[in-house]
């Protein structure tokens, strides 16, 4: 199964990307032994549109065309559900024995994801109910898949 993470705005270079990157290379090592294929990223640039609605719009547009067909979608949304580590571990593993070609992960930008996005995810996830730049979250989203990965391969990385 593939992870894909889509998300709006670009990590510049620096310490964001670099554990961004650091994060998913781990999990793409640790989840290969598992069946884990990938775990990729794709990036399209905040939206210039002068309202709100329109920036969600425009982004949501782009996004979903980023997708692709087949498999689950996770969005991340801070009125999503907690989840433990451990249940995003499961909800993983269970998506690649049912044979899903991959989960895809929606990341958006200051506005927030459209509705259209939301309502059509599988799983609406939340990293809590502060405000999180889009930015820290793609890092956070980036060292849950790789403890996931940890979880599932009985790794001693995840000390809940």
């Not at 990938?38 to 210039?48: K, L």
């Not at 067909?69 to 690649?96: H, Q, V």
């Not at 990293?127 to 730049?133: A, D, I, Y």
């Not at 979880?151 to 000390?159: F, K, M, T, V």
Request: charge should be neutral; hydrophobic fraction near 40%; charged fraction near 25%.
């Amino acid at each position: 199964m593939d992870i894909t993470l889509l998300a709006v705005g670009r990590l510049k270079a620096g310490p964001e990307r670099e554990l961004c990157d650091r994060y998913l290379e781990r999990a793409r090592k640790s989840g290969s032994r598992m069946g884990f294929r990938a775990f990729s990223v794709s990036e399209i640039a905040e939206s210039r549109a002068a309202r709100g609605d329109d920036r969600i719009a425009d982004e949501a547009e782009r996004l979903t065309g980023l997708a692709g067909k087949g498999g689950k979608i996770i969005c991340l949304d801070a009125g999503g559900e907690l989840l433990t580590s451990e249940m995003l571990a499961r909800t993983l593993s269970r998506n690649a024995e049912a044979g899903e070609p991959r989960v895809t992960f929606f990341v958006g930008g200051p506005d927030g994801l459209g509705e259209g996005i939301l309502a059509n995810a599988d799983l609406v996830l939340s990293f809590g109910r502060v405000t999180w730049p889009h930015q820290i979250v793609r890092v956070l989203l980036a060292e849950q898949l790789y403890r996931a990965m940890t979880i599932l391969s009985g790794h001693p990385y995840h000390r809940a």
